[in-house]
């Protein structure tokens, strides 16, 4: 790892500091994961903070609850000095580490690499077919979207791309692991792992302790978790939408885009339904993908100024547009699939995936890998460390 | 805030039982002002620095766990008051808690499990979701949504009233002085454990050493108006809570972190570096509440815990890192101590340690044989280095001296008559059922009730 991508030790020290006054008063323990973990604790070393802060997923509750919050003297702001270590830690796990500056300007850089992809994609596109085909509309039966960009290209470029996503995100996640890993070696339990997907998929902390979190604003509400899960199952939804479409073509010989129920089934075929299925998928997740990542900016917006860290701002919003943009793409390209304007929709759409994909690793999304990885070492440490300290 | 007509209730106050008046007046139809001297910011008084109340419950309830029953709870309660207190005030106040939680969720104040290293009360008190300051802004939340007036950094500095009856208050905010009338009076302004001055009366000088736990904005003045006023007080001006904390502690508002919990796990020493109390006569949460009153009698009013490495990690982490040496001398030299004295009353202890099984669970028995004072439980040989010592002060958490009331929450004047629209809750008037000692998660039981009777019987005098 890059010298230059470690946390700074004044932000260690801060962490440090806040964690003590938190261990010695614990009225928030019933918030989320963060404090439990905190009192298995005595000491805060670097990799305790970095571990901490990825547990963090900043619901600001313990900041409106805190007797300590500015202007109180002790200038205790829990969740916006995790929210600086946690931006850190996303740097000195990137891979490749020269990358990691691509965090502090994701905004820009989301902007740029996707307009970069669009024109990749424009020039791919022109090399490989006519303008006149391009800017031609063409009927779903002979498989619209080929006609301007041959399946081979599309799967080269594509699967170049996510192996390299991949690729980052696994390195990311054992550099997490192993940084993290402290004074407990126990071993990842199957009751650890399954306990650790349960509170991933339900986004279990981010209800406060039921009745929501204090998101936006002071005033507990579900509407952070609801937009998150519309999000999240969005995006699950279009990859499995694109993962049935792939299965269907190598493995069931079904190819071109696949059928709009109702619209386009194509005549004489009973299987229509179960061919329209990646459009089914898509589409729900699609409509996920439209109002969460909106829902959230429109969050975002309103929220504390005193609880955010304005360096991440940009990779916030950067994520959230592009998936937006992604899903809204998606729309006008089956919409209007079999008219002319169908070559440069392809254009736009694979253009924003491939800029939203190459984000990815340097950008907000990260946040689920390392998160995922503490709720694991928080199950394995629930299972296997006792909580210190007793009256 | 409309100057130019009359209030039905003015609640004087901020804090818990401020709010609870304020809301449940509100609520029976009363048009309500709540003036609150400290700022947005610091609102809720020694309020916003509380954890949990003392619930009565017959079966196990929302995160209590077992029966505590009104027997028990009056039991626990003769132990620590020793009978100085009025009894049907404090079995009211008993059997009413049972009600509290439900109300207080109402109001949208949440709850948790008792917290780590808190176990021991997971049957008798229950601990707010994110403490007193998330209590504290639920209920703010509540009161606004209902429509109660608040003002803040309004300091209510006269109280006009005639033969026992209220009819206005001055306040001074932002530097102007206005008057507000209304035709009941809530006074829920705690206690005056912030005004030095008052405590140096009371105490003499040692005072100048006490370290006030909570709210800088509790100065009693609102006491003081009624005690000019003709209000009978009830309490002694000495009596107080008060705790052990870390004498590095701000001197105001330092809050729940900065108290020491391992006085049962080592010796503490005074600056001559003597011993001068028993550390082990009963579990720490029984004891806590005598330690403030001895290191106030002690020199200079400091004391030192000091413990070995075999204690560190069993007690709950301080906030101020313990100061650290491997050898006594050392230590002594670090706290300004006498490191001779310090060698030799350490040598002292451990030659007196009598063998046994240390458990901390349990009063284990482990005393000292031939030392006095003795330590009579979990006495273990300071021998191990590194060792740790943590420098304490008197910590006062609130005062005992108050106004008088009765059943209805209604002020006593002092020719033994209640007045006529002048109620009381929270500390100010806590005295009436602790004459002395405490009871964890009391104080807030007190504002809770109190603060809702006040509010409904103000509230009915102005209506009626
Ligand atoms: C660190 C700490 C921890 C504690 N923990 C617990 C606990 O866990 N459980 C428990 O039961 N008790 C606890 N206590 C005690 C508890 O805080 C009190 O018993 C309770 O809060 C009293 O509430 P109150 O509303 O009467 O007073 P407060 O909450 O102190 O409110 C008094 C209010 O009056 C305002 N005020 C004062 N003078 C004026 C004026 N002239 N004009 C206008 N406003 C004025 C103040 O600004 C303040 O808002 C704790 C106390 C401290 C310091
Ligand atoms: S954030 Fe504040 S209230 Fe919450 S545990 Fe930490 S110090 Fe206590
Ligand atoms: S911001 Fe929320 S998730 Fe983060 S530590 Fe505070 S309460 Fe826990």
Sequence with gaps: ?391 | MNLSFTYDVLVVGGGNAALCAAITARRAGARVLVLESAPKDFRGGNSRHTRNLRCMHKQPMVVLTEAYTEDEYWEDFMKVTGGLTNEPLARMAIRQSETCMEWMMEQGIRFQPSLGGTLHLSRTNAFFLGGGKALVNALYRTAENIGVDIEYGSEVRELKITEGRFTSAVFSRKGFSHEVRAKALVTASGGFQANIPWLKKAWGDVAENFIIRGTPYANGLILNLLMDQGVKTIGDPTQCHAVAIDARAPRFDGGIITRVDCVSLGIVVNKNAQRFYDEGEDFWPKRYAIWGRLVAGQPDQIGYSIIDSKAMGTFMPPVFPPIEANSISELAELLKLDPEALRKTIYEFNNAVQPGKFDHAVMDKCGTAGLTPAKTNWARKIDKPPFYAYPLRPGITFTYLGVAVNEQAQVIMKNDKPSKNIYAAGEIMAGNILGKGYLAGIGMTIGTIFGRIAGGEAARYAKG
């Design chain 1, 1 to 391: 790892m890059p010298k230059d991508n470690q946390v700074s030790p004044e932000l260690i020290q801060e962490g440090e500091r806040i964690m003590r006054i938190c261990n010695a008063c614990r009225y928030c323990e019933g918030f989320c994961a963060v404090f439990p973990a905190m009192e298995r604790r005595l000491t805060f070393e670097e990799s305790d903070l970095n571990y901490l802060a990825n547990l963090c997923h900043n619901c600001t509750e313990c900041y409106y609850a805190c007797q300590y919050a500015p202007p109180q003297e002790f200038e205790l702001n829990f969740p916006k000095t995790l929210a600086e270590i946690r931006l850190e830690t996303y740097k000195k796990y990137a891979w490749p580490g020269p990358f990691a500056t691509l965090f502090q300007k994701n905004g820009v850089a989301s902007s740029v690499l996707t307009v970069a992809s669009i024109i990749l994609i424009a020039v791919v596109i022109f090399l490989s077919t006519t303008t006149e085909s391009f800017f031609s509309a063409h009927s779903d039966i002979k498989g619209a979207f080929y006609e301007v960009m041959s399946h081979k290209a599309m799967v080269v470029t594509f699967s170049t791309v996510a192996t390299f996503m991949v690729l980052a995100f696994v390195i990311g996640f054992i550099r997490f692991w192993n940084d993290t890993r402290g004074a407990n070696s126990a071993e990842v339990t199957p009751s650890a792992f399954v306990q650790a997907v349960g509170d991933t998929l339900q986004l279990k902390y981010l209800d406060g302790a039921d009745s929501g979190c204090a998101y936006p604003n002071e005033v507990p509400s579900n509407a952070r978790r609801t937009f998150h899960h519309l999000t999240f199952y969005g995006f699950l939804l279009c990859f499995a939408a694109t993962a049935v479409g792939t299965i269907f073509h190598y493995v069931l010989g079904w190819e071109g885009p696949p059928p709009i129920p109702g619209i386009s089934v194509l005549p004489g075929e009973s299987d229509g339904l179960l061919r329209s299925l990646p459009v089914i998928l898509g589409s729900l997740g699609g409509i996920g993908l439209l109002i969460g990542p909106a829902g959230l900016l429109w969050l975002k917006s309103t929220r504390n100024s005193l609880l955010a860290d304005p360096k991440q701002n940009g990779m916030d919003a950067g994520f959230l547009v592009l998936l937006f943009l992604t899903s809204l793409t998606g729309f006008f390209l089956t919409a209007f699939r079999e008219t002319s304007v169908m070559g440069s929709l392809v254009v736009l759409h694979l253009g924003v995936i491939m800029g939203l994909f190459l984000t990815m690793p340097y950008g907000k999304f990260v946040h689920g890998i390392y998160r995922f990885g503490a709720l694991l070492r928080n199950a394995v440490e629930q299972r296997t460390m006792p909580q210190l300290g007793s009256e």
